[in-house]
């Protein structure tokens, strides 16, 4: 019923840009902190960018100066703007996020993931 659809992945050259969309569906009561993840083969899955519900961000080291995370709360939707981007960023890119629903006259927040989304960058 609740879901996190991402889009916007593909294949870039070196230098490139892409932009990630991640849109909540379904019978959602609120949105709290969002988030962007990303996995490597053979590597940790890492936060990339955060964002929280009041617009303060974070980002990993190395996406500082190239990627901008932002978020539309009328959309239920984060945004991840990259730039410049290296094969070093090659990953299946995630979207995370605390989804509040309501069933039975209450409320209830819980972590939602997206369905990856893979993120090739040529050298």
């Known amino acids: 019923q609740v879901q996190l659809v991402e889009s916007g992945g593909g294949l870039v050259q070196a230098g490139g840009s892409l932009r990630l969309s991640c849109a909540a569906s379904?019978?959602?009561?609120?949105?709290?902190?969002m988030g962007w993840y990303r996995q490597a083969p053979g590597k940790q899955r890492e936060l990339v960018a955060g964002?929280?519900?009041?617009?303060?961000?974070n980002y990993i080291e190395s996406a500082k100066g190239r990627f901008t995370i932002s978020r539309d709360n009328a959309k239920n939707t984060v945004y991840l703007q990259m730039n410049s981007l290296k094969p070093e960023d090659t990953a299946v890119y995630y979207c995370?996020?605390?989804?509040?629903?309501?069933?039975?006259?209450?409320?209830?927040?819980?972590?939602?993931w997206g369905q990856g989304t893979q993120v090739t960058v040529a050298s």
């Open positions: 995370n996020a605390q989804l509040g629903t309501t069933a039975w006259g209450t409320t209830k927040f819980r972590d939602y």
């Open positions: 379904g019978r959602i009561f609120g949105v709290n902190d």
């Open positions: 964002i929280t519900n009041g617009g303060s961000t």
